[in-house]
């Protein structure tokens, strides 16, 4: 059960639009699967960001949105805030679906 | 609203056991497959192992299949997690969240506070 792939940090302006990526295999992101994304803030819990690869909960920002080519899934933020400084994790289905797996996190800095 | 409580964590032996508890309120319990995720101190996510609404399927990560079980009890909407043969590794914030799968996905919408279990001598 390999960590999905995540780059460790990512940094932009306010108001500018960051990707994030999270890349996995043909046996997990690559398959049918679809990811999911997570926001967590220092000292709190996770929260979802983003479910079946593109759908945002009730609640969250329409400036999250998220997508997939091939083996690579990305979370992108438009018009990043401060509060969006926190760490991102993705999440998929791996192997036959009776597993799961996490990225190994990344943190976005706003400048 | 939905809330998940978790507790039971604490300072534990290597090679000892401890039994963590989620109690969730505001939701149809048994209706949802649980999971445990647990995060190392510094450390990313990692998720430990998922339970079915009627506890018909289980499945764990491979580090820590053979000395962690996971149950629930929906009559009291509870879920557990029986940890033993811990090691210094185990060390982490261990949360419970609701999970909702399909045959594409599997998600967590909602996600407890986290207890830190702290393994050492």
């Known amino acids: 059960q390999s960590a999905l792939t995540q780059p460790a940090s990512v940094s932009g302006s306010p108001g500018q639009s960051i990707t994030i990526s999270c890349t996995g295999t043909?046996?997990?992101?690559?398959?049918?699967?679809?990811v999911s994304w997570y926001q967590q803030h220092p000292g709190k819990a996770p929260k979802l960001m983003i479910y079946?690869?593109?759908k945002r909960p009730s609640g969250v920002s329409n400036r999250f949105s998220g997508s997939k080519s091939g083996n690579t899934a990305s979370l992108t933020i438009s018009g990043l805030q401060a509060e969006d400084e926190a760490d991102y994790y993705c999440?998929?289905?791996?192997?036959?679906?009776?597993?799961?797996?996490f990225g190994g996190g990344t943190k976005l800095t706003v400048l | 609203q939905v809330q998940l409580v978790e507790s039971g964590g604490g300072l534990v032996k290597p090679g000892g056991s401890l039994r963590l508890s989620c109690a969730a309120s505001g939701f149809t319990f048994s209706d949802y497959y649980m999971s445990w995720i647990r995060q190392a101190p510094g450390k990313g996510l990692e998720w430990v192992s998922y339970?079915?609404?009627?506890?018909?399927?289980?499945n764990y990560a491979d580090s820590v299949k053979g000395r962690f079980t996971i149950s629930r009890d929906n009559a009291k909407n509870s879920l557990y997690l029986q940890m033993n043969s811990l090691r210094a590794e185990d060390t982490a914030v261990y949360y419970c969240?609701?999970?909702?799968?399909?045959?594409?996905?599997?998600?967590?919408?909602?996600w407890g506070q986290g207890t830190l279990v702290t393994v050492s001598s």
């Open positions: 043909s046996s997990d992101v690559g398959s049918y699967n679809l």
């Open positions: 999440c998929s289905y791996a192997g036959s679906s009776t597993l799961r797996v």
């Open positions: 339970i079915s609404s009627s506890s018909s399927y289980t």
């Open positions: 079946e690869g593109s």
């Open positions: 969240a609701t999970e909702i799968c399909s045959s594409t996905s599997c998600y967590y919408d909602y």
